[in-house]
């Protein structure tokens, strides 16, 4: 029997596509909109639950306790409530679309992304700033916003985008220590077939922590979708007992004077679905370029497979 759960597609990227292009260069990304206009990010999540995902991701990727006092001017308060926020902000609307469709209410998941995100120098897509922290420091960083997550009561935390093993051992011991009833997945960003951005082996990487009681999923986040069929058949010799998780990107490249470049025009995510089942994959969305119209084909695909 076909069973996969339908993840979203790309939060900031569907507010952009409603106007909020300026997300772009905002050294907060769209958690800036946690402050000034929450109704923009429920109202992607909504979009998103339309379409059938079954789960949405917070808007807290790009949050952080230091950046949010830095950029938006808050107290450190403040900060931990903005991040709470963002599990409220996805809870209503999944509430909202149960209640207006008559369904089960979508779950919601805690973006936790990495420290490298909230550089704002691209350096997630590389991990090179491990060079510079220690495990230690890693875990006094991501500290305050797994609490402020916690105490809001997501369905469980996303680590998603981690590109290095470290960062993700790190994060998954801090919260086997200090936040045992954390249940989380963990994806990590590779740069081609077989290796992390930081050039660990994917199937090193996920071993690491994937025994851990307190990681329900593992799996690839925001890569690009050609490298994605490899990566999976590279776990196929862990014999993992829990989902695999796939949310690629488009393979875009992004330049600041041009904007998005590369994509082809054919590409559908939905194409790839029955592949990547086949591989492993049980929990499935996409990432940076991929919208509800994306997430809908892939619910359409699920229901093909189950005929």
Not at 8 to 28: C, K, M, Q, W
Request: hydrophobic share 35%; net charge negative.
């Amino acid at each position: 029997m076909v069973d996969i759960k339908v993840l979203d597609g790309g939060t900031s990227e569907e507010i952009s596509r409603n106007g909020y292009f300026s997300i772009y260069g905002d050294p907060l990304w769209s958690a800036r909109l946690l402050l000034t206009d929450p109704g923009a990010i429920l109202n992607a999540h909504k979009n998103f639950l339309e379409a059938g995902s079954e789960v949405v991701v917070t808007a807290s990727y790009q949050a952080s306790v230091p950046g949010l006092i830095q950029h938006l001017n808050v107290t450190e308060e403040k900060a931990i409530e903005l991040i709470g926020q963002s599990v409220y902000i996805a809870r209503q609307a999944c509430k909202d679309v149960a209640e207006k469709n008559g369904c089960k209410p979508g779950l919601v998941a805690g973006s936790v992304g990495p420290y490298g995100a909230c550089l704002h120098d691209g350096s997630e897509y590389t991990g090179k700033y491990m060079d510079n922290i220690t495990t230690e420091e890693l875990q006094v960083w991501h500290r305050p916003r797994l609490k402020a997550l916690m105490e809001a009561r997501p369905d469980f935390i996303a680590i998603e985008t981690i590109p290095a093993q470290q960062e993700a051992e790190a994060i998954v011991s801090l919260i086997e220590k200090e936040f045992p009833d954390i249940k989380a997945w963990v994806t990590f960003a590779c740069k081609n077939g077989e290796e992390t951005c930081r050039g660990e082996k994917f199937v090193s990487a996920v071993k690491s922590i994937c025994d851990s009681s307190n990681v329900i999923g593992v799996g690839v986040n925001c890569t690009s979708y050609e490298y994605v069929t490899s990566l999976l058949k590279s776990l196929q010799s862990l014999n993992l007992q829990k989902p695999i998780i796939v949310k690629p990107n488009s393979g875009e490249l992004w330049d600041s004077g041009k904007g998005w470049y590369g994509r082809e025009k054919s590409l559908l995510l939905s194409d790839y679905i029955e592949e990547w089942y086949k591989n492993g994959a049980t929990w499935m969305g996409g990432c940076c370029r991929f919208y509800p119209d994306d997430i809908r084909s892939i619910v359409q695909k699920v229901k093909q497979m189950k005929q």
